[in-house]
């Protein structure tokens, strides 16, 4: 393989050359088990040319095919990471995956496609796009974006409507925590939550009371803990259950759909579930980190092992993680994301003498589809059918790309993975592809591992070994008015008629 920075940097995988196709374009996965959302069954899969042409039993193609066998393993569509932060900046410093390592690292994890956040610069959404779009031209992967609203005036309400009629962004997030960096406050997510509704565009939250985290924060400071720990004790889960019950009443007084990311508490979830019940349009997102750890690396001795645990919210006791769980195997949640923002541990040494200043984030975005199927599937919490439904399609439908991505049918984008459920994992900094020198999984094994990635139409993870291509990735666009938005406007109607008020019932007569 040829030499270049990537190698040079000691990370295990080799680049292939622009142009250079690194195999065939004809495929036909032989044999495997075949699962999607809806469904699952023993067929072959026919690629060409990056699309899925076929799915159907004993397929019959000319010797110019690469042919893959995949009997006794499960043919699934590749993982969609809804919630990334790739060459983030923060603190004054960068996260240090780009759209180039974190999407390499993602590939080798059975990730094909990840939405990341696109952060305003200074308030300007163009201008948050365009750097955006830079920091993507070395992509390996498709993917989409959010964007972040940090503000709200008249420039920011017609850049909005810009991003979703003509940038392909169908999602806004909004931070009710970061205070005095990227917090909102009430009146201008109503704002937003308008705006939102009239776009067709999905409101997503981080939902954290930022005021009460300012002042948590202070407290830990004055009784002195500064380190790591201070960090989750400063940030309780009453203050994420809080700020998720009052997004999602705003979201209900204004009949628009949310989309509640990183749910990590018990809390926030039964705010969630409480929501859902009542007919409530509401997607709960967990990410890995919270269902899968709990708080206790917070308290470690080595300060480099308890700060690679720091993100926010804050991954909590153990119970939630459980929780979260089985909130996901009943539905309460809905899809699993990463919210991959890794910071090296010299990055995160800024912070060894004020948690405050520790970059906020962990890894997961090779790890997801792996720890997921360990957890949920293999633990015999989910069916593999809702592991496909979790981890790709219901992202694909919430964002309005289904079924071009998230489904493994006839004219759907050739990514795809094979995962073999009697092979294992085991996962450590020293054989990640992220370019951090930690990992919060350091040292896990599990069952059930991918073998084969194909990102469209290419096979780019075989053999353990990677196989990318810096700008073979694609923007997708996403389109307004998802399935979340349909009846909306119905219900809208009929709210007004209940009102049973007639307008200016009173008139003076001056
Ligand atoms: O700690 C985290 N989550 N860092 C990334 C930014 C965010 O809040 O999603
Ligand atoms: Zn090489
Ligand atoms: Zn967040
Ligand atoms: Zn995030």
Redesign the pocket.
Known sequence: SQSNQFCEAGIGYDEVGCGISSSSTKLLIKGGTVVNAHHQEIADVYVKDGIIVAVKPNLRVGDDVKVIDATGKFVMPGGIDP?T?LA?E?LNTESVDDFFSGQAAALAGGTTMHID?VIPVNGSLIAGLKAYEKKAKKSCMDYGFHMVITKFDDIVSRDMEIMVKEKGINSF?F?L??KGV?MVNDELLLEGLKRCKSLGALAMV?AENGDAVFEGQKRMIQLGITGPEGHALSRPPLLEGEATARAIRLAGFVNTPLYV??VMSIDAMEEIAKARKSGQRVVGEPVVSGLALDDSGLWDSDFTTASKY????PIRASGHGKALQDALSNGVLQLVGT?H?VFNSTQKASGIDDFRKI????NGIEERMHLVWDLMVESGQISVTDYVRVTSTECARIFNIYPRKGAIIAGSDADIIILNPNSTFEINARSHHSRTDTNVYEGRRGKGKVEVTIAGGRVVWENNELKVVPGSGKYIEMAPFSYLFSGIDRADASYLSSLNAPVKRFKSTT
Not at 310 to 313: A, E, N
Not at 359 to 362: E, L
């Open positions: 919630h932060h983030v923060a956040f997030k931070f925590a970061y990227l981080h990311v990183h720091v993100m926010s919210p919210d923002c970059p906020n984030g962990v």
